[in-house]
Each structure stands twice: as C-alpha cells, then as structure tokens.
T-cell receptor, first 111, second 114 residues
Framework: AQTVTQSQPEMSVQEAETVTLSCTYD???????LFWYKQPPSRQMILVIR??????QNATENRFSVNFQKAAKSFSLKISDSQLGDTAMYFC????????FGAGTRLTVKP | DTGVSQNPRHKITKRGQNVTFRCDPI?????LYWYRQTLGQGPEFLTY????????KSRLLSDRFSAERPKGSFSTLEIQRTEQGDSAMYLC????????????FGPGTRLLVL
C-alpha cells in the first residue's frame, strides 16, 4: 500500500525568506503522480504544484518548486520569497491508483 | 476558485439522524471523488465516480454511507444513522480526462454530530 509521510507537523518562516517542506512516500509503482496542495484556514484546498514521476525535471510554478528524488522516494516543496498569504496547511499527495495524502504541514509565515 | 461547489457548508445533526451532502463539479469533470478529512489529518479517500458509475469504494465507506451521481453531473453523499465518529469535513473533488489528472477540490461540508 502506498503511504505518504510528512515529518514536519508545523513550520514557520519569516516573510521573504525561503522554506522547504519535506515529503516521503512508499510505493512499488513506477508510474505515478505527486502533488502539493495548499489549504488556507477555512478555505478550500488548491493545487500548488504537480510532478509526473516519469519526468526527471523538477516542476516549478513561480515561487514554488519541488525537489523530486525518485530513487529516494522524496518530494520536497520549496517556497521562495515567502508571503503572508502562504500561511496554510500544505498536503503532499501521491496518485498511483487512488490518491493518498500525508498528514500535512502547518506553515506560518511571520511578518 | 476551482469551480467545484458543495452544499451545505456546515451541518450540525444529532446522533442517529440521516444527512445528505451535495457536490457540484464543473461540467468537464467526468470523474468525481469524495474524501473525509478529520482535524489535523489529510483527506482520506471514500469513493469515486466516472460519469455516473461508482467505480471504487474505500473500506472507510461503511454500509451507512451511500453515494450517487445519477446523471454524471452532481453527486450526493448520504450518511444514515449518524454517529459521533462521523464528525469530519467531507470534501469532493472533480477531474477531467484520465485517472491521474489533477483533482480540483470543493470547499467541503463540515459535519458535526452531537
């Protein structure tokens, strides 16, 4: 069974600095997708970034980028130039057959 | 805004009552998923539809839970004889295309069973 582990329940970062959220997963599949979703307080979950396992190049979306290490089954999210609006729960998710989510990391951006 | 809506946003009910939630994805979403999220946890898969067909159900979906998507558009999730342990956020998500396309989430229905 696929499992997703986010080992950092809470993190904080100063505004304008960089922070990295970690995620590891366990699977025997070779073809899968990985996602980072953001869930702001009392608001709906939105997609931050997506990575296809067959692509070696790390995905990037503006200030958000990932470090995908397939052999290590690691998928970390780097947020550059953190903004107050980045404060949210961040969920790492693995999609092989069904979608599995990690327990989340609560990120607080401090002014 | 993902375009996926859910109603009601909040529901308080007494133990033993039945509740029904509705999810309206956008028209392009041929796949529709239901998840349950408890406090401090990530969403857990419950079931999904491809068009009107319910293709997979999690072991979490007890026989008190039933979901439908009668015309392949909106979907309903009903919980019969609610229990306090059913208290959670119920999320739906839609996707278009194949099985590994990105899922777009609705705002959720927060259920509190007293």
């Amino acid at each position: 069974a696929q499992t997703v582990t986010q080992s950092q329940p809470e993190m904080s970062v100063q505004e304008a600095e960089t922070v990295t959220l970690s995620c590891t997963y366990d699977t025997s599949e070779n073809n899968y997708y990985l996602f980072w979703y953001k869930q702001p307080p009392s608001r709906q979950m939105i997609l931050v970034i997506r990575q296809e396992a067959y692509k070696q190049q790390n995905a990037t979306e503006n200030r958000f980028s990932v470090n995908f290490q397939k052999a290590a089954k690691s998928f970390s999210l780097k947020i550059s130039d953190s903004q107050l609006g980045d404060t949210a729960m961040y969920f790492c998710a693995f999609m092989g057959g069904d979608m599995r989510f990690g327990a989340g990391t609560r990120l607080t951006v401090k002014p | 805004d993902t375009g996926v809506s859910q109603n009601p946003r909040h529901k308080i009910t007494k133990r033993g009552q039945n509740v029904t939630f509705r999810c309206d994805p956008i028209s392009e979403h041929n796949r529709l998923y239901w998840y349950r999220q408890t406090l401090g946890q990530g969403p857990e898969f419950l079931t999904y539809f491809q068009n009107e067909a319910q293709l997979e159900k999690s072991r979490l979906l007890s026989d008190r839970f039933s979901a439908e998507r009668p015309k392949g558009s909106f979907s309903t999730l009903e919980i019969q004889r609610t229990e306090q342990g059913d208290s959670a956020m119920y999320l739906c998500a839609g996707s278009s295309g194949g099985a590994r396309e990105t899922q777009y989430f609705g705002p959720g229905t927060r259920l509190l069973v007293l």
